[in-house]
């Protein structure tokens, strides 16, 4: 039975998230079911992330197994024909060996965070970027993100709801830039907890618009309590944007 690993970039507007749902209103219902329909048979998807509701993926990760030996070209055209006219589609196929799983053989996630400032709210980018009606110092926003850098214990920056067993992860880059009036927050781990990252922008934020120092982000990580952290970063200006493997 061939393995299958695709690229996926997709516009989370409208989604439930990655995870199926019993509504069939997330991407992997919509995935699984465009597969379904080329293929014959109910197939299970694996994806690298999985990504919440309202949130983008330029290079999202999947795998999954089929029947079907066929051109990874021809699989691409096929489930992409399926999935019009959803706001879903595949970049790229290819097989791979059985032992690759798109979850557990990253080696490292990459996302970015966009927040627009302008008085003026965006109009082509409503719900893909989070708009700021103020100018925020990203140079301040760029001295607290250091604080995040290497390994700690982030139980202040993870959802009450996440589910992992350990709120220890490492943060290997983070990078906040401006250009024009975005500002680009980049964000690289080899895993996540749940609304970490969004966490972490939303208490960034507070530094831009100075109700936070620089310094505050240091306090926040060391209490270790999610009451500590700023406001949570709305879901739809969050992408990820690739996942490194070996």
């Given at each position: 039975?061939?393995?299958?690993?695709?690229?996926?970039?997709?516009?989370?507007?409208?989604?439930?998230?990655?995870?199926?749902?019993?509504?069939?209103?997330?991407?992997?219902?919509?995935?699984?079911?465009?597969?379904?329909?080329?293929?014959?048979?109910?197939?299970?998807?694996?994806?690298?992330?999985?990504?919440?509701?309202?949130?983008?993926?330029?290079?999202?990760?999947?795998?999954?197994?089929?029947?079907?030996?066929?051109?990874?070209?021809?699989?691409?055209?096929?489930?992409?024909?399926?999935?019009?006219?959803?706001?879903?589609?595949?970049?790229?196929?290819?097989?791979?060996?059985?032992?690759?799983?798109?979850?557990?053989?990253?080696?490292?996630?990459?996302?970015?965070?966009?927040?627009?400032?302008?008085?003026?709210?965006?109009?082509?980018?409503?719900?893909?970027?989070?708009?700021?009606?103020?100018?925020?110092?990203?140079?301040?926003?760029?001295?607290?993100?250091?604080?995040?850098?290497?390994?700690?214990?982030?139980?202040?920056?993870?959802?009450?709801?996440?589910?992992?067993?350990?709120?220890?992860?490492?943060?290997?880059?983070?990078?906040?830039?401006?250009?024009?009036?975005?500002?680009?927050?980049?964000?690289?781990?080899?895993?996540?907890?749940?609304?970490?990252?969004?966490?972490?922008?939303?208490?960034?934020?507070?530094?831009?618009?100075?109700?936070?120092?620089?310094?505050?982000v240091k306090i926040a990580l060391e209490a270790k309590d999610r009451k500590a952290c700023g406001p949570v970063a709305p879901a739809h200006g969050l992408y990820l944007t690739h996942v490194d493997y070996p």
């Amino acid at each position: 039975m061939p393995r299958y690993k695709a690229l996926v970039e997709y516009d989370g507007t409208i989604y439930a998230g990655w995870q199926v749902q019993p509504n069939g209103k997330a991407v992997q219902n919509k995935i699984e079911r465009a597969i379904e329909k080329f293929c014959g048979v109910k197939t299970r998807t694996q994806a690298a992330g999985r990504t919440d509701a309202g949130v983008h993926a330029l290079g999202q990760v999947i795998h999954f197994d089929t029947d079907v030996d066929h051109d990874p070209f021809k699989v691409m055209q096929a489930i992409n024909f399926h999935l019009k006219p959803n706001t879903i589609v595949i970049i790229s196929v290819e097989k791979v060996d059985e032992s690759f799983e798109a979850r557990f053989s990253a080696t490292a996630r990459h996302y970015e965070y966009q927040i627009f400032c302008r008085r003026s709210r965006p109009v082509l980018d409503a719900k893909r970027v989070w708009h700021v009606p103020i100018e925020l110092d990203h140079v301040k926003m760029a001295e607290a993100a250091k604080y995040f850098l290497g390994e700690h214990d982030f139980s202040t920056f993870r959802s009450k709801f996440c589910q992992a067993k350990s709120p220890i992860r490492s943060i290997d880059r983070f990078d906040v830039s401006r250009d024009g009036e975005t500002i680009f927050i980049n964000v690289s781990s080899r895993a996540f907890l749940h609304n970490q990252v969004r966490s972490m922008v939303g208490s960034l934020k507070a530094v831009g618009e100075g109700r936070w120092q620089p310094e505050d982000v240091k306090i926040a990580l060391e209490a270790k309590d999610r009451k500590a952290c700023g406001p949570v970063a709305p879901a739809h200006g969050l992408y990820l944007t690739h996942v490194d493997y070996p």
